[in-house]
């Protein structure tokens, strides 16, 4: 399946961000809208941090595992995502650069590795819906950084 990337630019730079999407317990804020009951493990930032989330997108249901796979301050974090009973494997990948003006252009690439067969099937509508529920999290990311993490124009 081809991935699905959606981006947005924040006054924050890109130590700030990278710094903010190291926690995961962060994550919750922003993303809560789809992904629920947050258990975490592991350390509490950087490779190895742990999440398991209950995933309500598309009318379905389903547990997702979440591990931080590669970290690399401040550019980019890559998430392997395993769920489906191990037949939906994927990585998310939160990639920051620098703006000319100042500030960071975020993107997230959610891309599938193995997907199961009605994820195939239906890859228009399953990209589709993750392409709306991340535009959504970017979104909500940009508003939580707004509201946790001063600018050095604040």
């Not at 890109?14 to 993303?31: G, I, K, N, S």
């Not at 995933?55 to 595992?65: I, M, P, Q, R």
């Not at 650069?97 to 239906?122: K, M, N």
């Not at 946790?148 to 124009?153: A, F, G, I, K």
């Amino acid at each position: 399946m081809k991935s699905v990337t959606v981006s947005i630019d924040v006054p924050q730079t890109p130590e700030q961000v990278y710094d903010f999407l190291d926690v995961m317990a962060h994550h919750e804020r922003f993303t809560n809208h789809y992904l629920t009951d947050y258990r975490y493990s592991g350390p509490d930032r950087g490779v190895g941090s742990r999440a398991t989330v209950t995933v309500a997108l598309g009318g379905t249901k389903t547990d997702v595992s979440i591990e931080v796979v590669e970290a690399d301050a401040p550019r980019r974090i890559v998430e392997r995502n395993v769920s489906a009973g191990g037949r939906r494997l994927a990585h998310g990948t939160y990639a920051i650069e620098p703006l000319p003006t100042g500030g960071s252009h975020i993107s997230f690439t959610y891309a599938w590795v193995r997907a199961p067969l009605a994820d195939r099937l239906l890859a228009p509508a399953v990209r589709a819906t993750m392409r709306h529920a991340n535009r959504t999290v970017m979104q909500r990311l940009a508003a939580e950084l707004a509201r946790h993490v001063p600018t050095t124009d604040s």
